[in-house]
């Protein structure tokens, strides 16, 4: 009797396990799209909200692709963490910048706003990780 429920404890587990590990499934993230997935899927949420022309629909896709593609590269040689942590500081302030030559005063107001919400969402969804022990 004892093997029978060590049995099905184990496979509880493994079971357990093995679907822990799948990670979010299509619905969810975009962690696992392809970049111009991503990247298309962020530019319609941003032309909804800022009333993007077509034409700073197509600047804004090219630019987040080529930022994209350029921070992968340079992530990719990062050391570690607090080299990883400065070349994304680096490529976000790079990118608002050749953002603010696409959009126009108010469109670059509400584009910072939705950042800090957007920042603000995430540290209270993250318990705010900064500054609480060292995981490097």
């Known amino acids: 009797m004892k093997k029978v429920i060590g049995a099905i404890a184990v496979g509880i587990f493994l079971s357990t396990f093995a679907y822990a ?39 804004f896709t090219a630019i987040h692709l080529a930022h994209f593609e350029e921070s992968r590269k340079l992530l990719a040689a990062a050391e570690n963490r607090e080299e990883g942590r400065e070349i994304r500081a680096e490529q976000e302030l790079a990118l608002e910048s050749e953002l603010a030559a696409v959009l126009d005063d108010t469109q670059m107001v509400q584009y910072r706003e939705m950042k800090e919400k957007r920042q603000e969402h995430r540290s209270r969804r993250h318990g705010h990780r900064k500054g609480h022990g060292s995981r490097s």
């Open 21 to 59: 590990q799948q990670g979010p499934g299509p619905e969810r993230g975009t962690r696992n799209m392809p970049p111009e997935e991503r990247v298309a899927k962020m530019v319609a949420h941003m032309s909804e909200k800022l009333s993007l022309t077509d034409e700073q629909k197509d600047k």
